[in-house]
Structure formats: C-alpha cells, structure tokens
C-alpha cells in the first residue's frame, strides 16, 4: 500500500514537472522579449533607474491591451553598472543569449558609442531616450532625444528675443566630456552666426562631479558686470549642478541679473535641492512634468499609481521612453512582425501620440519631431513653462553650424541608407563611420 | 459780484468733486488695475503692472509683491485677481488689496498668474519706486538697491525727494548713487556727468563697473567717455587686487573642505596605516545621517530645524564610528600588515555600503536643506563671502582642534599613541592593542562621518557622495606627511589655495591635474611628505 502511494505520488511528481516544463516552453514562445540596458548601480544608476521603471511600466501597460501580435511583452532587464564597456557585454548578453526583438537604453553618450558596433553586428534595434550631441544617425540606433537643434540652438534663440531679456553676452558652462563640448561648439558658431563677437563668449569646462564652484561663479559674476545682459548655458552634467546651482543661490546670482539655462536639469535633479534661490532660471526640454494636458495628467496618475508613489517625478527622457516604445510597438504591428530588418524599415514614418498634446513622427533621418519647451523653475521645483516654439522641430543630426558636417545628412530608407550621406561630393560616408 | 460768487461756487464746486473722487476706498479705484494682472500675455502683464505702478500708491506694494512670490491666482470664472493660499482640497482666497477674506475656491476653479523673469523685473522696479518711502529702513534699503540697478532717469525727482527725507546713511549713500546712475542716462549737461562719474567711482565695485561700462561704451567721444574710461581702469585695478583676496579666501575654504574629508583618514592611513577606501563612505552615512534627522525634524518638529545640524552632529560621529568598528572588527583586523590585502578588502566594503545607501534610499540626490544660518552670504568690500562655506572654514579648525586634544590630552589618546609607536611594548605594558586599535579606526570613521555632516550642506547627499573625496583625501595626507595631524593641516590649505590660484588661469580640469603633478613631483623630492616623522616609529 505505502509502495502504490509513494508510486503514485512519484508519478504525479513527474507529470507535474512535465506539465511545467511544457507550460513553462509555451509562455516562453508566446512572450516577445524587450530588453532594458540601463544602469542600476554606479554613478548613472540616479538618472537611469527610473528608465527601466518606466519601460517595466510601458510593458505593463501594453499586456493588459492584449500585448503586441497576440503576444505578452517580456521585460529582460540588465545593470551594466555604469561602466560602458560592460554596456556592450550586457548588449551582446541581450542580443545573442536572451534573444531580445528590441533594446531600450543607455544614458550617456560613450555607453552609446559603446554598444554601437554590437547592434550592428547583431543586427538589432536599440531605442536611445537622451537628449545629446548629435553628429550621429546609425541604421540600427533610433535616437528619442533631442538633438541639439531641438533644444540648444532653441534656448539660445529664447534668450536673444526681447521675452528672455535680449541676452548679448554668454557664458558657456559645461562638465568636461563630448557632449557639452560638442554642443558647446554647435553654440559657438550658432553664436558667431548671429553676429555675437568672440569677447562676448566665454566658455568654461569641469570635471565630472565637481562640487567647489566658487571661482566659477564669481567669473561668471565678473563676466556678467560688463554693462551687457549676460546669461549663462548650462551644459553641467547630472550631480555637479546642486552645489553649483547652491553657489548661484548663496553669491546671490538672481534669474533677474543672470538667468542661467540648462538642458540636463529637470524635475529629477531639482527634487535634490531647495529651489527658492533658483526661481527663474531656465530649462529648456522637449517636455515638463508642468505641462496641462489631458494625456500627461493620465500618464502621471498611471506612473504614479504603478510605481506606488504619489510623489514621483516625470522628466523628459521618460517621455522620449514613452515615444520610443509606443512607436515600436506600432511599427511591430504594421510589419506582423519582430524581425529587425522588418521594424527597422518600418518604423520610418511612425507618428505616436506624445505626452504634450501633440504627435511626434520617426524620421528617415532615425530622429523624431519634437516641441521645443522653455521652462522656469519655480519654488515647488516644477518648471512652469514660459515659452514653447510654434510648431515641431525635426532633430538635426549633422548640425549645419559645424563646419565638416553641414554637407552631410541622413536618409535611411531605400535607395540612399546612408547615415552620414555628404551633399557636396554625392557620395555615402562623410564623417563618422 | 454775482459774478463772483458764481465762480466761487463753480470752484466749490470742482473742489468737492475732486474730494469726493479722492476720499473714497481707493481699493475701488485700484481693483480693477489689479484685475488687469489677470489678463493672457506677459507683455499685457507687464503693462497692467506698469498702471498699478504709476499710482504711486503704496497701498499696491503688497499685490506686487504676491505676484512676484507667484502667489496670485485668476478665479476663471469672472477673471477676478486674488491673492490663494493652498487649503485642503483647493484655495483660499483673499483680496490682495486689503486681505479680506474672499470665501475659497476649487484647485480647477483658479489658474495661477505666471510670471517670468522680464515680468519678475518689472515687479522689483516697480516696488523699488513704491517703497523707496517706507517706513521700514530694510524695504528701504533693498528699494535703493533697485533704485539703481535700474537706473532710470524718469526716477531722478522721486530720487532727490526720498533724499531730502533719509535718516539712514548707508541707504543715502545708495540713494546718491542711484541719482548718479541715473544722471548718467539722462540727457543732462556733460559737467553733471562727469561729476556723477566721478561719485561712482568713488563707490566702485562690480555693480558700478557694469553701469559705467554700459555708458563708456554708448556715450560720445568727449569729456563723459574720457571719465568714463579712466573710473573704469582705476576701478579695474582695485578690483584686480580684490581679486587676489578672493583667490585666499576660496583657496582657505577649499582647504577647510579638504581638510575635514581627511582629517578622518589622517587617523586610519596616517596614524593605523590602514589603508582605507571605504573612508569616503564614512563622509557619505555622516551626510545620510543628517538627511534622517531633517527628515524627522520636517515631519515632526519643524521649528527645530535650525538646530538641525547640531543634532546630526553626534548621531553621524556615532553612526559612522560604529560602521567603522565593524568594520575593523570583520575584516581590517585579520589584515594588518598586509596593505594590498586592505586596498582590495576596504574597497569592496566601499562598494557594499553604496549599493546598500542606494537600496535604501534611492539613487537620486536627497534634499538636505540649510539652516538659515547657513544661507545667503555677506559682502565684506568687494568680496562675497557665502555664510555656509565660511561656518565650514570654522567648524573644520574646531574638529582638528578637538581631535589634536583627544589624541595628546586624554587616556585614549595617550594609548592610541602608545600602540602605533610600539605595539608589542605597548601590550606588555597591559594596553588591550585590539581594542584601541578597533576604536581608533572608529574614531577615525567617526570623525568621518561629522565631515560628512558638514558636507552635505554645500554638495549632493547621494550614493557616490564619498567617491569624489577619496582620492583629494589621500593626496592631503601624504603630501601633509604620513602619521602627523598638522601636516594634514597645512597640505590641506596648501592644495586649497594652490588650486584656487590656478583655477581661473588654467581652469578646472587641468588645475587640478597641475595640482597632482605638482604633488607626485614634490613626493618625489619628500617622500615622506612636509612634515615627515622622526625617530623609531618610522622604522618600525
């Protein structure tokens, strides 16, 4: 008798596990799988971590629609650590191991550069959120952030009209790496451009994560008593802009004298500081968690709701994030299918609702139209938007105030699927690869 | 006659209406100026607040400055202006003229009046013509200070009144300047100018060097550009040396900063030999220290907040030492006398209690605000001194202070001396070396961890917080001399101020790289750094 139970229950034991085994085969040829690359520790995690919240959330939402093709989205996330050659291990882990149709990630513009060669030789989708410096368009990269004429070149433009205070004199302020010193440069010769003399520019770099801004600010000070409006452009990145904007706030450096504009400074790096020094001083970015519309009210109270914070912040990567996904998911649907060559081709001329009332299109240049918004911060640490250009902006990706890549554009639908085809000599493969 | 008396009348006459249209409630007259706030547009914003400016009534002074503090609202309904303060569930609202209470009104139901930086300006000039008169000698004073930024010739005549009517010197002063400003944009003789020039440039300054250069730069050839342009070098000159004492004083704050990021250090890797990566997480649970206490002052005690700072104090020495003893007593104790064994084991202890600081609270920066105390700053002559960074400089020569008394004043320290010179003499004398050596390092970790207090005012209370002193901590220590607390001290300062001086020549990045080849250089030289020991401990 205890012989047949054991039996039996051995038998049972086995058929459960088969039973699993089955199942468990079944969910995972259901399942499309939608890689996250973003760092969860290291020095990026503070800006990163909410951008694999916020694709967890998108794939959350997308399954209880059904997910796409009939399927369920798969979330495999990876922490590269902040350390970009691991960026490129953790992709190739992504690609090759776990078989991921698409990849959402990377932050910084060398964790970019990084992983580069491995989408190419894998042939796989990487959707990058960040703002950055452009200079770039690859067939396997769709870049969700704006390039510099979607927020830099507007934000200067702000300044000089009458509204933002007619600015002659400015300071370029940034932290010590490609992109400040490549929009700094695209600045520069914008500035020129417009007739702003060479006196009147002074252009200053720091280290990563520098925290004595002391002789900084009094230049700037000293730069700014010369009898002309002055204002500062603020490409300081992430940790080193709190003491920074403290020192602004401390040598009572006001919006009113000095208005400061930045474009890595949003609701994220604001919640980290007492802001009723800084009021008036600017950002300029493609959305703001302030923004009155019905569809961003909804995706705050859904994000909120998912990540069980009644505080949590928005910013304008984790829209771009949003664009991204959505219109992934859209292009996926228009080919029946997840086979990148497929979406890659496909995703061209997607247009997907984004969280600021409008539509923003994928263009064949791989970047997307955007609204370009100034904002001012405001004592609660939001950013109230004060100015916003009239229509959408198509991102640039060869800037046309350099002086080596204003011949040079990208087109990646047949028959030229070029990134960087040069005007002048008719020919792919000006600069860059 | 009849004449006569007909006019008379008629003049009564025209004398009661102008009574009658002054005397009553000139809220009614200004109320619907001020509901001109509520119209679309900054530059329909700006014109409504010039109108309300141009009553010269001071009764308008406040409705200006709520508007400036962002705190008037549009009820959407009628467009009426008020003044709203958040209450439960919506607003209350109140008559920004005369504070009455105006009943409440939904959070949908009002729309907040923005305002940008041209309307913020716009409201300040605006106030400075309104309180140029008041009564309270500091509206006064900051109305003066407007007065001239703005520099109007249209103001000259209300200028000369508030004059005639100053008790105050310094807001006089102020006054005189501002009329010489604004003389100087006026269209008044060449002989007018030149006498304000050269008032200006007594004064001197930053403030009166941007004034100046914008007239040098827009005034005709001739006697007022001549002026302009020698008040301008000299006070270029003056600023020149000014400058110099700026260079000091940041090079002095730098200094302190650097010196309470290793003061710590000095006692681990100076004094045990320990080398010590995980010092700079000490710095960080001293400052996530202080975001806890805050935190628990703003949810339950909020008017204690200024004392903030003095409570952290001792619960982040505590804290952080007794991380430190844990340490100690886990893993450094097993690895004395083995110094590679210690960089890789103490890093890995550093890498641990980031990831955990990041589990626990998040990976974004925490607010960690400042006493009020601590905002702001003075003007001493030309310079700006910021009262954070100067409390800094204080509370840095405050902690050496103490620390040199604990380690050559009391029982402790006579021990902690005792086991570093010679240990095995030391415990034959009946000293427990394990136990001094564990709570040395903890008061090393400690003395971390109240650094870390002072640093989370003028830095990111996040998990990389510790990372970014590091390094600066060990190149104080061993170019101050290994084992001496004042050499700490003075290659502290000495880094401090070298880097100053060569920041504004050769910028940041490479003054700090100028910084390091200037130390491995000069290690070359000293390798025992400026104060190097003497006598047995050394060979030891």
């Known amino acids: 008798m205890l012989n047949y139970v054991s039996r039996t229950i051995g038998a049972l034991a086995t058929a459960a596990m088969i039973g699993a085994g089955v199942t468990g085969a079944v969910a995972a040829e259901e399942t499309i799988k939608v890689g996250v690359l973003h760092s969860l520790s290291g020095t990026m995690?503070?800006?990163?971590?909410?951008?694999?919240?916020?694709?967890?959330?998108?794939?959350?939402?997308?399954?209880?629609?059904?997910?796409?093709?009939?399927?369920?989205?798969?979330?495999?996330?990876?922490?590269p650590a902040s350390n970009w050659p691991l960026f490129a291990e953790k992709a190739r882990e992504l690609i090759s191991q776990n078989n991921v149709s698409v990849v959402f990630g990377c932050w910084t513009s060398v964790s970019r550069k990084s992983v580069l060669p491995v989408f190419k030789e894998l042939n796989s989708i990487l959707f990058y959120p960040v703002q950055y410096e452009g200079e770039e368009s690859e067939r396997n990269v769709f870049y969700t952030g704006a390039a510099p004429n979607q927020q830099a070149i507007p934000a200067v433009d702000y300044l000089m009209s009458e509204?933002?205070?007619?600015?002659?004199?400015?300071?370029?302020?940034?932290?010590?790496?490609?992109?400040?010193?490549?929009?700094?440069?695209?600045?520069?010769?914008?500035?020129?451009?417009?007739?702003?003399?060479?006196?009147?520019?002074?252009?200053?770099?720091?280290?990563?994560?520098?925290?004595?801004?002391?002789?900084?600010?009094?230049?700037?000070?000293?730069?700014?008593?010369?009898?002309?409006?002055?204002?500062?452009?603020?490409?300081?990145?992430?940790?080193?802009?709190?003491?920074?904007?403290?020192?602004?706030?401390?040598?009572?450096?006001?919006?009113?004298?000095?208005?400061?504009?930045?474009?890595?400074?949003?609701?994220?790096?604001?919640?980290g500081i007492d802001t009723k020094p800084l009021v008036g001083h600017l950002a300029a970015w493609n959305y703001f968690q302030s923004v009155d519309t019905p569809e961003n009210e909804e995706f705050i109270k859904k994000w909120r709701a998912f990540i069980g914070n009644e505080k949590r912040t928005t910013n304008d990567p984790m829209e771009a994030t949003v664009i991204g996904f959505n219109a992934w998911v859209k292009a996926v649907e228009k080919a029946g299918t997840t086979e990148p060559d497929a979406v890659i081709d496909g995703l061209i001329g997607v247009s997907v609702p984004n969280l600021t009332g409008g539509f923003s299109t994928i263009m064949p240049n791989h970047h997307i139209t955007k609204p370009v918004y100034i904002g001012e911060i405001q004592e609660d640490g939001q950013l109230d938007v004060v100015w916003q250009t009239p229509g959408l902006v198509v991102g640039d990706e060869w800037s046309d105030y350099l002086p080596d890549s204003k011949d040079l554009i990208a087109d990646w639908r047949a028959p030229m699927s070029c990134g960087n085809f040069n005007v002048a000599t008719g020919k792919c493969g000006g600069k860059g690869s | 006659m009849v004449d006569m008396i007909q006019r008379f009348k008629a003049l009564l006459a025209i004398l009661a209406l102008v009574l009658v249209a002054a005397m009553p409630a000139r809220a009614d007259d200004l109320k619907p100026l001020v509901d001109g706030l509520g119209k679309n547009g900054y530059a329909a914003l700006r014109e409504a607040i010039g109108a309300l400016a141009a009553t010269g009534d001071p009764a308008v002074a406040p409705v200006l400055q709520a508007l400036g503090a962002g705190d008037l609202y549009v009820r959407k309904s009628d467009r009426a202006v008020f003044a709203a303060t958040k209450a439960d569930g919506g607003f209350a609202l109140k008559d920004p003229l005369t504070g009455a209470d105006a009943g409440t009104a939904g959070s949908r139901d009002v729309e907040k009046i923005r305002v940008n930086n041209a309307v913020r300006e716009a409201v300040t000039s605006a106030l400075g013509s309104l309180t140029l008169m008041s009564a309270d000698p500091a509206k006064r004073r900051a109305a003066a200070a407007d007065v001239f930024r703005n520099s109007d010739p249209a103001q000259i005549p209300l200028i000369d009144q508030a004059i005639s009517k100053e008790t105050d010197a310094g807001i006089a002063t102020t006054l005189q300047m501002a009329r010489a400003a604004a003389v100087l944009k006026s269209d008044a003789p060449d002989a007018e100018k030149v006498a304000a020039i050269a008032a200006l440039q007594a004064k001197g300054g930053r403030d009166v060097l941007a004034q100046l250069t914008a007239i040098e730069a827009s005034a005709p050839d001739g006697a007022v550009k001549a002026a302009a342009q020698t008040a301008i070098t000299s006070i270029q000159g003056t600023l020149k040396l000014w400058d110099g004492a700026q260079n000091i004083l940041y090079g002095i704050s730098l200094g302190s900063v650097l010196l309470l990021a290793a003061i710590g250090l000095a006692i681990t890797f100076g004094v045990m030999g320990v080398i010590n990566m995980a010092h700079g997480e000490m710095v960080m649970i001293g400052a996530y220290t202080t975001f806890v206490v805050q935190e628990l002052i703003r949810n339950n005690m909020p008017w204690l907040f200024d004392w903030s700072l003095a409570i952290s104090l001792p619960l982040a020495f505590l804290v952080a030492g007794l991380v430190g003893v844990l340490i100690e007593r886990?893993?450094?104790?097993?690895?004395?006398?083995?110094?590679?064994?210690?960089?890789?084991?103490?890093?890995?202890?550093?890498?641990?209690?980031?990831?955990?600081?990041?589990?626990w609270f998040g990976p974004n920066n925490r607010e960690v605000g400042n006493p009020s105390w601590m905002s702001g700053a003075f003007e001493l002559g030309n310079l700006t001194i910021t009262y954070n960074r100067m409390w800094i400089v204080v509370f840095a020569l405050v902690v050496f202070a103490t620390l040199m008394l604990v380690l050559k004043r009391t029982p402790f320290g006579l021990q902690t001396r005792a086991v570093t010179q010679n240990r095995p003499m030391a415990s034959s004398m009946g000293i427990r070396t394990p136990w001094v050596d564990a709570l040395t390092f903890g008061l090393g970790s400690g003395i971390a961890g109240i650094a870390g207090v002072a640093l989370s005012q003028i830095d990111n209370v996040s998990p990389n917080l510790g990372q970014g002193y590091i390094i600066d901590s060990f190149m104080v220590v061993v170019f101050g001399g290994v084992g001496n607390l004042w050499g700490t001290l003075v290659g502290?300062?000495?880094?401090?101020?070298?880097?100053?001086?060569?920041?504004?020549?050769?910028?940041?990045?490479?003054?700090?790289?100028?910084?390091?080849?200037?130390?491995?250089?000069?290690?070359?030289?000293?390798?025992?750094?400026?104060?190097?020991?003497?006598?047995?401990?050394?060979?030891?």
């Open chain 1, 163 to 271: 509204e933002g205070g007619a600015v002659k004199r400015w300071v370029l302020e940034g932290t010590d790496y490609v992109y400040p010193r490549t929009t700094n440069k695209i600045l520069e010769a914008y500035l020129k451009s417009k007739g702003v003399a060479a006196e009147d520019i002074m252009v200053n770099y720091t280290p990563f994560g520098f925290s004595d801004w002391q002789t900084e600010v009094a230049a700037i000070k000293k730069f700014g008593s010369a009898g002309k409006k002055t204002a500062v452009v603020s490409t300081v990145n992430g940790d080193a802009n709190v003491p920074f904007y403290k020192e602004l706030g401390n040598q009572g450096i006001k919006a009113t004298d000095i208005p400061v504009v930045a474009f890595s400074v949003g609701e994220e790096e604001l919640a």
């Open chain 2, 492 to 540: 502290a300062f000495t880094l401090g101020i070298a880097n100053k001086f060569l920041e504004p020549y050769a910028g940041a990045v490479l003054g700090k790289i100028l910084v390091l080849v200037f130390i491995i250089l000069f290690i070359q030289k000293r390798p025992r750094g400026l104060f190097a020991l003497k006598g047995r401990a050394v060979e030891a």
């Open chain 1, 45 to 79: 995690a503070i800006s990163e971590t909410t951008l694999k919240d916020t694709v967890l959330f998108l794939i959350d939402e997308q399954n209880k629609k059904g997910g796409v093709l009939g399927k369920k989205l798969e979330a495999v996330v990876v922490d």
């Open chain 2, 330 to 359: 886990m893993v450094i104790r097993y690895l004395y006398g083995r110094p590679l064994e210690t960089l890789l084991a103490t890093w890995g202890v550093s890498l641990i209690l980031q990831q955990a600081v990041r589990t």
